[in-house]
């Protein structure tokens, strides 16, 4: 067999140890040989998933001359330095959403990366491996429903715990669909909105739950996003783009529809993890191929730093009440079309 991508995780948290299983137990051509956690005990879980050894910190890890390449699943205000150091090291390395929390921290991994003349970074945006996302991105680029016009959205979750804030529903939630709908339209974003409808009795004080978010493309497309992170039946995620000639709605994993007690009805996922495993196997694999041929073919640096300035802009609508401006600037030749 040809040479493994011999990988390092910084993070060992929920989703690190879920891409640890993913690499140990689906993708033959990875492997992991090193891991590092702030916390030794989250550390040595991880380790004892894959038999890897632990390093004492995120440099030792990357500058390791048996790491080939760099995984990232701290939270997000512990992204920029990992990234920029599997930068200044010539890496490959996949950093979990968001890039970093701020558009500030972004540009200067993007800065870094153009410096160093080669592309290294591909952002967490799992959605753009979805089948379903990726057959309504077919049916819209097949011309055959006409220009979109206006995307309807559903965000929702179970239940939050008392760390979440108003603004993770940008940062943490929201941040999903800024990426995925500007791939999924082919457009930019321009401008942003938040209105709050009456809050559910089930949000923890002082959180703003329900809220709807309208974002706005140069193009005149509209989204509106409802995020409801205390619906309380499960993890839905719907999506529909309403075109000049017809309307595509998005399908989602298909459950049996059963008849019992009185009542027709089919599953609703009620987690993350489960609803979008294929598209994280996909993901993760396809960054593996890429690694390996010294190649970034998924979401780069530049999309996550244009997902901050919009989470930014969608921030600063949720206190001004106004619609926000958002402003990104000329895409770098360096990032492609
Ligand atoms: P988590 O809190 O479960 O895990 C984070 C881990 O990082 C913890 O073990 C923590 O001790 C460790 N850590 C913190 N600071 C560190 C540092 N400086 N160096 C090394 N380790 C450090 O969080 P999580 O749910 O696994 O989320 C991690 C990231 O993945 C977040 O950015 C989150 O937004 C993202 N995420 C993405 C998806 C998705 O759908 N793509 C789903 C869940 C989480
Ligand atoms: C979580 O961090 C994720 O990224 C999930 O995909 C998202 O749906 C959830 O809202 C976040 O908390």
């Not at 040809?2 to 390092?8: A, I, Q």
Request: contains cysteine; aromatic residues 6%; negative net charge.
């Amino acid at each position: 067999m040809d040479k493994k991508l011999r990988v390092g995780v910084v993070g060992c948290g929920a989703i690190g140890r879920e891409h640890i299983k993913r690499i140990t137990h689906k993708i033959a051509a990875a492997e992991v040989v090193a891991v590092t956690d702030v916390f030794e005990d989250s550390a040595k879980k991880a380790a004892a998933l894959c038999g890897a050894r632990i390093e004492p910190d995120s440099a030792a890890l990357i500058n390791a001359a048996d790491v080939d390449a760099v995984l990232v699943t701290t939270p997000g205000f512990a992204h920029a330095e990992p990234v920029l150091q599997a930068v200044a090291a010539g890496k490959p390395v996949f950093c979990e959403k968001p890039l970093a929390t701020t558009a500030a921290d972004c540009k200067r991994i993007v800065d870094a990366e153009v410096a160093g003349g080669k592309q290294l970074v591909q952002v967490g945006f799992m959605r753009r491996y979805d089948k379903g996302y990726n057959q309504v991105k077919e049916l819209l680029d097949s011309g055959d429903f006409g220009a979109p016009l206006l995307v309807k959205c559903t965000h929702r979750a179970a239940g939050v715990d008392d760390s979440y804030t108003t603004a993770m529903a940008v940062t943490d939630t929201a941040i999903h669909e800024i990426d995925v709908l500007q791939w999924l339209i082919g457009d930019v974003w321009d401008s942003a909105e938040v209105i709050y409808p009456r809050n559910t009795v089930n949000a923890h004080e002082g959180l703003k739950d329900p809220q709807l978010m309208l974002l706005r493309t140069k193009a005149g497309v509209v989204v509106a996003l409802e995020v409801f992170v205390n619906c309380r039946f499960g993890y839905d995620i719907n999506c529909e783009v309403v075109c000049e000639d017809g309307v595509i709605h998005m399908p989602a994993p298909s459950w049996p529809v059963v008849r019992k007690n009185g009542q027709l009805s089919t599953k609703i996922e009620d987690n993350w993890m489960r609803r979008f495993i294929d598209a994280y196997d996909t993901e993760i694999a396809d960054w593996v191929d890429a690694a390996l041929r010294g190649v970034v073919e998924g979401p780069t640096a530049w999309d996550g730093y244009v997902a901050e300035l919009t989470a930014d802009a969608l921030v600063a609508a949720q206190t001004s009440g106004r619609v926000e401006p958002i402003v990104s600037g000329e895409k770098p030749a360096f990032y492609g079309r």
